[in-house]
């Protein structure tokens, strides 16, 4: 099994939340986040002054498949996130050694 988490722009995540869906994903957390990479954050002006946002708004999605999904579901991401432009986000992918649900105590595909 893989843990995908993917950081995105807010406004991306309903397209990319329907695209995971189409594409079979059951089961899904959202975090709102903030961070900046090669961005390095933004200047906004506000009532005539002017100030600097370091950290930019992001939403993380975290999703656990079988390791034979990885793929279908990256794309999935990649086609509905790019906008094309610096700071669309990152696709991290980790191995899950294991998985169990808590209420039945299911163990492994059958947990997820």
Not at 89 to 108: C, P
């Amino acid at each position: 099994m893989k843990k995908i988490e993917a950081i995105i722009r807010p406004f991306k995540l309903d397209e990319v939340k329907e695209a995971l869906v189409e594409e079979g994903v059951r089961g899904l957390t959202i975090s709102e986040v903030r961070g900046y990479g090669r961005q390095k954050g933004h200047t906004e002006t506000y009532r005539g002054s002017e100030y600097r946002i370091e950290f930019i708004p992001k939403i993380k999605i975290e999703v656990v498949v079988e390791d034979d999904r990885v793929d279908n579901i990256v794309d999935a991401i990649l086609k509905t996130a790019k906008t094309g432009q610096v700071g669309d986000g990152k696709i991290f992918i980790s191995d899950i050694s294991e998985v169990i649900r808590i209420r039945t105590e299911e163990a492994g595909k059958d947990a997820l």
